[in-house]
């Protein structure tokens, strides 16, 4: 038994997705005639209560599309120097839209509104104009961690005050709306656009949706076709998507128990030097200074357990859909046998 906790990006199709996306009925998309892609983009639209929805292969691309159709270069971009798009995407900010990027530390991947209105450049000609923020929830880098709503809106406030775009990094939204007080459609009211992973924890092979209004949507079509994500009969990977949406995000909590088992379990390992707190369904730990992280990714290793360094001295681990009951047992097993 492999146990890969290395991303919930490993998930296999289940068998009733499989059973759905052999009967996906299929057409060009880039016309706009897949009738399984028409109905996932209008179901995600709907459940975050925005206008439009566009289906693209990566959650790169979702993003990447979202900062192209929220500025307008010359420009910068402020996000937390933990993002996703600044860390993750290639330096995709600067090469596909032309945008300087505004680095805030924040408190594990969250900033404040605070923090935002005190780095909006003054209107000088010395500096890149401030045209949009970008927020992540749950921030994979920061461990996992939830955005707070009010935080949220107070951040959507200054920037309608401030004429700025707001983008979230959704990719594993889900994780963090089944565990907070706020709905999908809450978060739908204080973004211009949203890019949602279906391909993480909701165990849909392939594919993001970027949500926003009919015009950035639209937008954002001219985009994916520039970026080559134009694709055609993909009908059958948006109907996995749209059954996973349907089927796999209450499931999410399970994750979430069995993160907070492996974090309780790792505090208790001598090898284990301080374990972030767990709020969703990554684990993010550090190993003693006299300990070398790939030498405890290497014992894992043998033992068919696959992680990934995460850092200087720190191991991420990520729950999913595939990592069972049993495989939490065993998992648990092998760390406390390591030393
Ligand atoms: C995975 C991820 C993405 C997108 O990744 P793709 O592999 O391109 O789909 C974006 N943001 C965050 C926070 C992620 O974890």
Known sequence: ?????RSDTVTQPTS???QVMLNAPLGDDVFGDDPSINELEAYAANLFGMEAAVFCPSGTMTNQIAIK???NAPGELICDELSHVYKYEGGGIGFNSGL???????QQGRLTAAQIEAAIQPDDVHFPETQLVSLENTCNKGGGTIYDIEEIRKISRLCKERGLKLHLDGARVFNALVEADYTAEDLGAEFDTISVCLSKGLGAPVGSVLLGTKESIKKARRIRKLFGGGMRQAGSLAAA???ALKNHVERLKEDHARAKILGRTLEHCSFVKEVLPVYTNIVVFEVQDDLLHTNIIEQLNKADIKTVAFGPQQIRLVTHLDFTEEMLGRTVQVLKNIH
């Open 16 to 18: 009733e997705m499989k």
């Open 1 to 5: 038994m492999i146990i890969d906790l």
């Open 241 to 243: 998507a749209t059954f």
């Open 69 to 71: 159709v929220n500025s």
């Open 100 to 106: 300087a990027t505004h680095l805030l530390k924040g």
